[in-house]
């Protein structure tokens, strides 16, 4: 499975600048899709500079959207993939330090003392 969106910017000339799970990021040219069906909208630009990242593509608030895959594979890689680096072990877990009652806590309450 190919990386998925996880930030898109829209760029002059209906170009989209779009990061990926991986941390490599892509400029994605929307140009070769306004001629088709429910992408005309996009022309617009105003509707198309209203793109947003949701479910790992691209959509737009009249649910048009790209195949994340497509996005992937076409578009121009303009920053490589973030290294892998291994996790370093913690050292000991930090106990969590709780809120308890004492005689000056305002969690004890204080009634009238019996026997006394």
């Known amino acids: 499975m190919n990386p998925r969106v996880v930030r898109v910017r829209p760029r002059a000339s209906y170009r989209l600048e779009i990061t990926f799970s991986n941390g490599e990021v892509g400029l994605y040219d929307c140009r070769p899709l306004l001629d088709f069906g429910v992408f005309q909208e996009l022309r617009d630009l105003v ?3 209203q793109v947003s990242a949701a479910g790992g593509t691209v959509v737009w608030p009249h649910e048009q959207d790209i195949c994340p ?3 992937y594979a076409d578009s121009q890689k303009v ?3 973030r290294p892998r680096t291994l996790s370093k072990p913690r050292g000991s877990p930090r106990r969590r330090q709780t809120a308890r009652a004492g005689p000056s806590s305002p969690a004890v309450l204080r009634g009238p003392r019996v026997g006394s």
Do not use: K
């Open 79 to 81: 920053r490589p993939p």
């Open 69 to 71: 895959d497509t996005l």
């Open 47 to 49: 509707y198309f500079n």
